[in-house]
């Protein structure tokens, strides 16, 4: 089984979905990108990991395409280093790297 933090899995689920009320079926399902709607293929999609449905309910499965999950990882990237006391203290933790991997690889 792969490492998580090798692949970006963690880091992917910390990025936050638009209102997940308001996505379409095909955002839901990830065969369109969950932010600017971008059709996907497999070779260019990151998968985001299942998430919770409107409501709490059935789970959803959304991807994004390259461009906004380097977009969103620089705007989380920010925001964590800002927030976090380990990053704080300058001792980078690993939902740092990662973050700043994703923004600057994104599709990788």
Known sequence: M?????????????LPLPNVS???????EGTICVWC???????????LGARPGPGGGTQIFPRGCGKCVRAKAAEVY?????????CLRNAP??????????????AS
Do not use: F, M, W
């Not at 792969?2 to 910390?14: C, F, K, M, N, V």
């Not at 308001?22 to 839901?28: E, G």
């Not at 933790?93 to 994104?106: F, I, M, P, Y």
């Open 37 to 47: 709607g971008a059709g996907l293929i497999p070779y260019t999609a990151r998968d």
């Open 2 to 14: 792969p490492d998580l933090r090798e692949t970006g899995a963690e880091a992917l689920a910390l």
């Open 93 to 106: 933790c690993a939902d740092r790297n990662d973050l700043r991997h994703l923004a600057s690889q994104g």
């Open 22 to 28: 308001a996505l379409s079926q095909r955002q839901t």
């Open 78 to 86: 920010k925001i964590h280093v800002s927030q976090c006391g380990k």
